[in-house]
């Protein structure tokens, strides 16, 4: 398989992929650490052989909200010495997410991109995608730190918590992720595990 | 040709690390064996899912499925094997019911396929000792094993050799040697908590003891070491039926493998012995009946002593093999929940030495082997490992853009942690029985399980918990997260009891070899004799108990006494 297998989820499912670990969860808020929760809970039930059967079901995001994801997951783990999330297709990792999650989470997490191009046209006079890479660094810094914001910003930093836990959750697990960032080259074949090797640490 | 024309010396019912082990035994002993078992047979090219990668899967391996499966594997789901990669190696719920109080939950975890739960289980194997087999001599609660570790310990050699364990010698008492094939190295973690807890302690942390092979054995490649071991192994390096024990009873030319075969109860004779074993065909749902002089129930705790209780006639009214009335009570699963998790800063930059090894540590049992808690009884041993954590713990770093992807590549921690398996007390009180009202997919009737951990169990989960953080503090841990919720029973997967094993008919339902007072040519050759439970992982103590009775039923078969 050499793309992202986006295209093959059931998207009702794909919430399932959040992780704890992935999130932060004890600092998140409550409507993210839900969904955190709900796809700790749910199984694994799609056998491999009916996986790729599934039917590949249409985008909750319109052209403007994927552009904007797309380039939320490059800003948040941009391209470096390896890819970055724009590369990873981490928007169609959320994309997937979300249309699982149930209503009132996605409902606040689609709440909270339309939040994003108000605040920034009230700041710069442009949508989110449309303004400056540095007025776009400048407002998630804004929404990064928390003790900056005021409480008007809730929704921008709330937003900004759960796009950054399902960017780090789409991205470490994708093939760029993997292969790339965490040098992890997918060989599964070895002679031996070598243990420590170090004196000291036996003592 | 129809089943029910053939005749069999030996019926096994099941097909998992016990039934295909008791196959190969028998077989190799010159007798006919039909084993029954309730699944399909597996296709390691489609089912086994070891060489997949998060990328790989629609859901990147993680615990998901679509909306109508989930509904249907609401209790599978709670096992931590159970996931997007191996989901279709745990049973379907809604075909198999089963009722609990509902302050007494019980999650039953099973996998129905030709090797059972051997395909997905733990491969941790540690024998028991006379601590555990005489531990009613030692605290006076409840009742010794009819057998002692002098007795068990050549059958444990036996099955050792066959399926190969690696691990390391110790010289323990309470967690006897065995025949080890080389053992598997420990991370820089573990050595430091392994010698912070001799120095401090005085106790001893040894590499994880599994039946995965390190060295090429009996026509088995060792361990590739490509990771997840519990979805499934194409090259057969760890012991499962399917790798090991089946084909060397497919060999003999004896075996009568009936897949898609599921039990419901045994027909008695005239004389009150078993004369076959009914079951129904999961495809057709026809009901069968296949005839044996010797009927050996393999089918894991719980469903061996379902198809006793099932098994009613005039005779035996309440079920067979049950004259003591206990059949179904002291139902017993490890108690879990107790454990600590930390960061071990002194390790910083230093690269993971663990790569996939699949296997961990364990921390034998300290308590109450020479000194006598005054809150609990027996005691708990931990797993565990210590690992560097690749990306887990980006959630918690500040930012975003190249300086948080920098950090993340900069600050992956060395994680280490523990966490208690420990013994639960047989009390008659946990038990399981037929819930005549209601029956499964194929109509047979289910079960209904009433089990809790009491008092000893809660305590003993809170010693874990606290002697988990002290240990990780010695160690020079920081960070640590200390658990103490105590689990729910069932979910270590490690359910034994119901069938137990005595000296005394009143009080047990099976002898020393697992043999049913009641009945000569009736054996349980599972976890379901056990009379104590220890705190040690159980398979290959079935598995040793297993060879034991299957040399006495050779004997007896051959002198005619069954």
């Not at chain 2, 077989?27 to 998060?54: F, M, Q």
């Not at chain 2, 060397?248 to 012995?273: F, W, Y």
């Amino acid at each position: 398989m050499n793309s992202e297998p986006s295209g093959q989820i059931t998207r009702r499912d794909a919430l399932k992929t959040l992780s704890v670990a992935g999130a932060g969860a004890a600092t998140l808020p409550l409507w993210v650490t839900t969904l955190v929760e709900v796809a700790q809970a749910r199984a694994a039930t799609s056998a491999p052989t009916s996986a790729a059967q599934s039917a590949i079901t249409e985008s909750v995001f319109t052209q403007a909200q994927h552009d904007t994801v797309d380039l939320l997951s490059e800003l948040i783990i941009p391209e470096t010495d390896t890819a970055g999330g724009r590369q990873a297709r981490v928007v169609d990792f959320i994309d997937a997410i979300l249309s699982d999650a149930p209503g009132p989470e996605r409902d606040r997490f689609l709440d909270g991109l339309q939040w994003l191009d108000e605040r920034s046209g009230g700041l710069f006079g442009a949508t989110f995608a449309a303004a400056s890479p540095e007025q776009q660094t400048a407002l998630l810094t804004l929404l990064a730190s928390p003790e900056n914001h005021t409480p008007a910003d809730r929704t921008g930093v709330e937003f900004f918590q759960a796009m950054k836990s399902l960017t780090v959750t789409g991205y470490y697990t994708s093939r760029i992720g993997m292969l790339q960032e965490l040098d992890d080259n997918g060989a599964v074949m070895f002679d031996e595990k070598l243990g420590c090797a170090h004196p000291e640490h036996r003592a | 040709m129809a089943a029910q024309d053939q005749q069999y010396d030996v019926v096994i019912v099941g097909s998992g690390a016990t039934g295909g082990w008791a196959a190969k035994q028998l077989t190799e002993a010159g007798l006919t064996v039909a084993v029954l078992e309730a699944g399909r047979k597996l296709d390691p090219e489609v089912d086994y899912t070891e060489h997949k990668r998060p990328f790989d899967m629609p859901f990147r391996g993680r615990r998901l499925g679509t909306e109508a499966r989930q509904a249907r594997q609401p209790v599978q789901s709670l096992c931590y094997q159970c996931d997007e990669y191996t989901n279709h190696l745990f049973v379907d719920d809604t075909e198999h019911p089963y009722t609990t109080p509902a302050d007494r939950p019980f999650h039953w975890i099973r996998g129905k396929h030709v090797g059972g739960r051997s395909i997905m289980w733990a491969r941790q194997t540690y024998r028991l000792s006379d601590y555990d087999l005489k531990a009613a001599s030692h605290d006076g609660f409840g009742v010794d094993w009819p057998l002692d570790y002098a007795t068990l310990a050549p059958y444990y050699d036996i099955v050792e050799r066959y399926i190969g364990v690696s691990g390391q010698a110790e010289g323990l008492p309470q967690l006897p040697d065995g025949q080890f094939l080389p053992p598997m190295a420990l991370t820089c973690g573990e050595e430091i908590l392994k010698t912070a807890i001799r120095q401090e302690f005085g106790r001893t942390l040894t590499i994880g003891r599994c039946a995965i092979l390190t060295e090429d054995l009996n026509g088995r490649p060792k361990c590739h070491y490509c990771g997840p071991c519990s979805r499934g192994c194409r090259t057969g390096s760890y012991y499962s039926s399917v790798s090991s024990s089946l084909p060397a009873a497919e060999a003999t030319g004896r075996l009568t493998l009936i897949p898609n075969a599921v039990a419901s109860h045994i027909e008695v004779d005239d004389a009150g012995k078993c004369r076959s074993v009914y079951y129904v065909d999961r495809i057709t749902r026809r009901q069968r009946e296949v005839f044996g002089k010797a009927v050996v129930l393999c089918a894991a705790t719980l469903e061996s002593t379902r198809i006793m209780l099932n098994s009613t006639s005039d005779r035996y009214p309440t079920g067979i093999a049950n004259s003591s009335g206990v059949l179904g009570h002291y139902l017993m699963d490890h108690v879990t929940g107790g454990g600590a998790s930390g960061v071990l800063p002194v390790l910083k930059g230093v690269p993971d030495t663990r790569g996939n090894r699949p296997n961990g540590i364990y921390i034998p049992r300290f308590r109450n082997l020479e000194d006598r808690q005054p809150n609990f009884l027996r005691g708990y041993g931990y797993q565990g490992g210590a690992r560097l954590v690749k990306w887990g713990h980006a959630g918690s770093i500040a930012g975003f853009g190249a300086t948080f992807k920098q950090e993340v590549r900069e600050t992956r921690p060395w994680q280490i942690s523990l966490g208690g398996f420990g013994e639960h007390l047989p009390r008659y009180e946990n038990f399981c029985e037929l819930d005549k009202n209601r029956v499964d997919a194929w109509g047979i009737p289910i079960l209904h399980i009433s089990a809790a951990y009491g008092e000893n169990e809660q305590k003993m989960v809170d010693d874990m918990a606290d002697a988990a953080e002290e240990m990780l503090r010695a160690a020079g841990a920081e960070d640590i997260a200390v658990r103490r919720a105590i689990s729910i029973p069932g979910l270590a997967i490690h359910e034994v009891g119901t069938a137990r094993m005595g000296d005394d008919p009143t009080t047990s339902v099976l002898n020393g070899f697992e043999q049913a007072h009641d009945i000569d040519n009736l054996f349980v050759m599972d976890g379901s004799g056990y009379a104590s439970s220890a705190c040690q992982n159980p398979t290959i103590t079935f598995m040793a108990l297993a060879t034991r009775a299957c040399e006495y039923l050779v004997e007896e078969f051959r002198a005619s006494r069954l």
